[in-house]
């Protein structure tokens, strides 16, 4: 039987419409959330992240400012700048857009933002009180992930969920939210022995890897929920034509026509959603979701920084 979609662009514009409702009440008090994002470099994908999260803040009230910082800027350039919105009292969140350039300790920058503005969730700080257990700003991506199970009532308590990818930004914070949520956690990487087979124990699998439809049918076990946290390009017909089903080729071959590409997860929906019980599509899945959770997290810094 085929899968049904997570909508996840749907699940992010009602979390959207909360935060502005609440932006709206605090409007009399004087308060307005603001979160500054920062962009080092001229990386295309990071441009367009950035962009899409300042308009967003746009659209539901929040104030926002973004600082392009060119390819060239040096950790102190860049700890300068963390300090001065570190300082400022109408910044609630601080956003440094990762990749940085190779030039810039990367470490030391996350480490300079405020804990209390780490929209992020990225400070050891926040990672330390993940991991406890304790209040934090969570990382977005698996904030998200989990706000869409619980939104379509998807049981975490108690289930197998396999995580596929450890990065600091989703697989380790995913697996700890799963974990406080009861799972049975197991976290699976590039030197997984049979990742196929530990992946079929998956009542809840969460592709987290970099590397375009990898994840096919026989990683999955039939009526498990499949959550796709990719973002890669498929740039050719022979590409598409393999990992998508057949209803979904016409739209791909016209965003291949249009763009020279079509978007493309970690899952292969071809012979995933054919196994899947639920399946989050790939765009209008997690992405919009991260976006929601850091419009989220800057209100809910608002709100723990000014009372
Ligand atoms: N690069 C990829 N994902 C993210 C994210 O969630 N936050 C930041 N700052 N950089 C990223």
Redesign the pocket.
Known sequence: MASQLLNGAAVAEEIKRGVAARVKELEPRGIKPGLAAVIVGDDPA?KV?VGSKVKTCQSLGLHSEKYELSAQTTTRELLALVEHLNQRDDIDGI?????LPKQIETRRILEAVDPAKDV?G?HAINVGRLVRGEESLV???PAGIIELLDHYQIPIEGSHAVVVGRSD?VGKPMSMLLLHRNATVTICHSRTRNLPEVARQADILVAAIGRAAMITGDFVREGAVVIDVGMNKATTAGEINRIFPDSDLPKRMEDLGKRGYTLVGDVEPRTVAERASWLTPVPGGVGPL?IAM?MKNTLRAAEMRRG
């Open positions: 990071s992240y956003l440094v857009q990762l990749p992020d990225f990382a977005c991506t930004i991260t850091l």
